[in-house]
């Protein structure tokens, strides 16, 4: 996918607290959650909003983290998709979940 938001950590399923030197291989000792992990939460978040709809800005308010990583993390995910056209603003594009 190129490169990642620096809010990601290098390797993709992992939590990044180790580094290449102590033996782990695709770990940058970082502590940046990789994206799959983060996509993972976002997915379950989405799915037990029920009613209320998921958006970037929610999801980037309750993560904690910039809207634009959000957005790489529902990308990422093969379950989600964002939902809105080019002329709404990134914090106010629905994140839905394929199915839905």
């Known amino acids: 996918m190129g490169t990642r938001h620096k ?3 290098a390797d993709d399923d992992s939590y990044n607290i180790h580094d290449a030197a102590d033996g782990y291989d695709g770990e940058d000792g970082s502590g940046r959650p990789g994206i799959a992990l983060v996509s993972s ?3 379950f978040w989405v799915g037990q909003r029920k009613s209320d709809i998921a958006t970037v800005g929610a999801a980037a308010d ?3 983290m910039p809207p634009e990583a959000v957005r790489e993390a529902v990308e990422y995910g093969p379950w ?5 056209t080019d002329d709404v603003p990134l914090r106010d594009m629905r ?3 394929d199915g839905e």
């Open 7 to 9: 809010f990601f950590g």
């Open 41 to 43: 939460a976002l997915q």
């Open 62 to 64: 309750a993560f904690h």
């Open 80 to 84: 989600m998709l964002l939902a809105g």
């Open 95 to 97: 994140i839905e979940l």
